[in-house]
């Protein structure tokens, strides 16, 4: 059993970066990756790590303003977000499961959630 606590959210202007964090614990010798949820819309997608690193993927939406690393000394993977829109405002989850079609297809393992919301 997995368990994955996501921190760093917070109210931010246009602009603006933040940065998460997820500490995960328990079986961690897999991808991990951030999806998100806003309001009346389904979570999506955002990035995804494979185990040793070296593999990332993004949704366009992100590509060129996030980052995804991870530290497994630490067992904590991070997204670096950097100018940041509106339209980034959701709930951002992190996820364990396996690489996929350029994305993560998760394994039913979630975070509880952070608040990333960016104001105009």
């Known amino acids: 059993q997995v368990q994955l606590v996501e921190s760093g959210g917070g109210l931010v202007q246009a602009g603006d970066s933040l940065r998460l964090s997820c500490a995960a614990s328990g079986y961690t010798f897999s991808s991990l990756g951030w999806f998100r949820q806003a309001p009346g819309k389904e979570r999506e997608f955002v990035a995804a790590v494979s185990w040793g690193g070296s593999t990332t993927y993004y949704a366009d939406s992100v590509k060129g303003r996030f980052t995804i690393s991870r530290d497994n000394a630490k067992n904590t993977v991070y997204l670096q977000m950097n100018s940041l829109k509106p339209e980034d405002s959701a709930v951002y989850y992190c996820?364990?499961?396996?690489?996929?079609?350029?994305?993560?297809?998760?394994?039913?393992?979630w975070g509880q959630g952070t608040q990333v919301t960016v104001s105009s």
């Open positions: 996820a364990r499961g396996s690489l996929l079609n350029e994305a993560l297809r998760p394994d039913g393992s």
